[in-house]
């Protein structure tokens, strides 16, 4: 599975744009000062909202990495005993889970 994002690195931020008040998330300031516009929020879409929205958005490269690590310290069947079963009922779904969010982010 692949492990490495290869997106604009975090730390992302949820802030208003300095020009107009629209919520957007920036990336890190890039060696010539300026930052990379991460996501813009729908004009149509109400302030709370699109402000929570980003935030969401600003906190996915933290989410990314934490899932990551989560998932390399979680149990195989092996370590539940070789009981098949009791891996797929406890913890098989939510591994399945995490694994697509994970490939989803970095595989599209």
Do not use: R, Y
């Not at 991460?38 to 899932?67: H, R, V, Y």
């Not at 539940?80 to 779904?93: H, K, R, W, Y």
């Amino acid at each position: 599975m692949e492990t490495e994002f290869k997106g604009t690195k975090g730390p992302w931020i949820a802030q208003e744009h300095p020009n107009n008040k629209i919520p957007i998330v920036v990336g890190p300031k890039k060696d010539n000062g300026k930052k990379d516009i991460i996501c813009l929020s729908p004009i149509m879409a109400e302030a709370e909202i699109s402000m929570t929205n980003m935030k969401l958005i600003a906190a996915a490269p933290e989410l990314l990495e934490a899932l990551i690590e989560l998932l390399s310290h979680a149990p195989s069947v092996e370590d539940l005993g070789g009981d098949e079963s009791a891996f797929t009922n406890s913890f098989g779904v939510a591994i399945a889970k995490a694994q697509q969010a994970i490939n989803t982010a970095l595989n599209g």
